[in-house]
């Protein structure tokens, strides 16, 4: 049962799964392929995975209660004393070759009992907010108190700064980009894994997913990858993605054809420049945006737009999606389409209903797909009237309520 003042009491506790939520763009370039190139697919990064391990710090659980003293809800879930690291790992760029990524491993200090891994996917974080990837726990410990008390709830958790952030800040961030989400929490996974083998912290080889908004469409697809790719390693038990865009090709439909105003669509402007990128599309920026905007985001990718599609949007890129015309683009959006597929683990898809930065029917289609396909332990979670962010409180607690029920 909900408490009566629950929005109150989890609207910071919410802070850990919004951790930024959607923001601009990258930069544009020049030439133009016909066709995109083939995602990647997570093959096994080169041994071994772990890097380097380093303790952050040790919280007591007085200390981890104090932070969330005002959230009932929340404190009652503190349980053990942790320990936080930082570990650098080994995982593939978007075009396959190693680098060294990031994250932070919370680890409950809990005697010898074995305990669970919850792989935690983080939420938008612009370029210039850097300090608040996991692995920099200390400079943001006001927003990790709720992943905080996961890790003393008794799950080690696993916190992936995704390729970008952290150790490999050089790198622009793939946004919204399935195969490097998922392939950079599968490799912090396998180095945690090898952390705690080395540690002799006992796995009781369950295995949890959790993460909102880009963290959400992240814990799908790091889902969807675990379950057919890498099955031997690791068995999903459950997970609870939240208001994630799953359906690229339908988002862009409905983005492209909308006449009301979107204020997200700063954070359009970041995906395209992403698959241009990344699927080697290469277009300059005047391709997609009308003057003024071209130059403006080419000077400034991070800059504001109009909140009108058509105002910011080229009417040639415009025709080249609607009219199924744009061989490139579309097959980008359909490598990022991963709402049509039959997961085995349970799956509870959390989702405002008016929800007005991740449209509804991102969840609700992903739903219908995934149940036509068979999926028959995938359940729709709507969040009755809850937009994008004032979603977040209720996604926190009914989302850790349903992981907890196969603890």
């Known amino acids: ?170 790198l622009p961030h793939p946004y919204e980009h399935a195969a490097s989400l998922a392939s950079a929490s599968l490799d912090m996974l396998r180095a945690a894994r090898e952390f705690a083998t080395q540690e002799k912290l006992p796995l009781n080889q369950k295995n949890f997913l959790l993460g909102y908004s880009e963290g959400g469409f992240a814990t799908l697809a790091l889902h969807k990858l675990l379950e057919e790719k890498a099955a031997a390693e690791f068995t999903v038990t459950a997970s609870a993605p939240g208001a994630g865009a799953y359906h690229k090709s339908a988002f862009a439909d409905y983005i492209l054809t909308s006449t009301q105003p979107l204020n997200f669509l700063s954070t359009y402007v970041w995906v395209l420049d992403t698959y241009n990128r990344v699927y080697g599309i290469n277009r300059p920026f005047a391709y997609y945006f009308n003057p003024p905007w071209a130059a403006q985001l080419q000077a400034n990718p991070f800059s504001a737009v109009p909140t009108q599609a058509a105002e910011l949007f080229t009417p040639g890129f415009r025709q080249g999606i609607l009219t199924k015309t744009d061989a490139a683009m579309l097959a980008a959006f359909r490598a990022n389409d991963i709402h049509d597929w039959q997961p085995k683990a349970p799956l509870a898809l959390f989702h405002g209903t008016a929800d007005d930065y991740v449209p509804f029917f991102n969840s609700q289609q992903a739903y219908d797909a995934m149940r036509a396909r068979g999926a028959s332990q995938v359940t729709l979670r709507p969040i009755a009237g809850g937009n994008h962010f004032s979603s977040a409180p209720t996604y926190t607690l009914q989302a850790y309520a349903f992981i907890s029920q196969y603890y």
């Open 1 to 170: 049962m909900l408490l009566p003042n629950f929005h109150t009491h989890l609207a910071r506790l919410s802070l850990l799964l919004l951790v930024g939520l959607s923001t601009a763009a990258g930069s544009g370039c020049t030439k133009e392929a016909a066709t995109p190139q083939p995602a990647v697919v997570a093959p096994a990064a080169p041994q071994p995975h772990l890097i380097s391990s380093t303790l952050i710090g040790e919280y007591s659980t007085s200390t981890l209660a104090g932070r969330v003293a005002d959230i009932p809800i929340a404190g009652a879930l503190v349980r053990y004393p942790i320990r936080v690291y930082k570990l650098t790992y080994t995982t593939l760029t978007t075009d396959g070759k190693p680098v060294t990524a990031s994250g932070a491993l919370l680890v409950p200090v809990a005697g010898t009992q074995a305990l669970p891994l919850l792989s935690y996917q983080h939420g938008t974080i612009q370029p210039d907010e850097e300090g608040r990837a996991p692995s920099y726990y200390t400079s943001g410990s006001e927003v990790w108190s709720a992943v905080s008390v996961l890790a003393s709830a008794g799950y080690i958790v696993s916190a992936p700064d995704y390729l970008g952030y952290g150790a490999s800040k050089a």
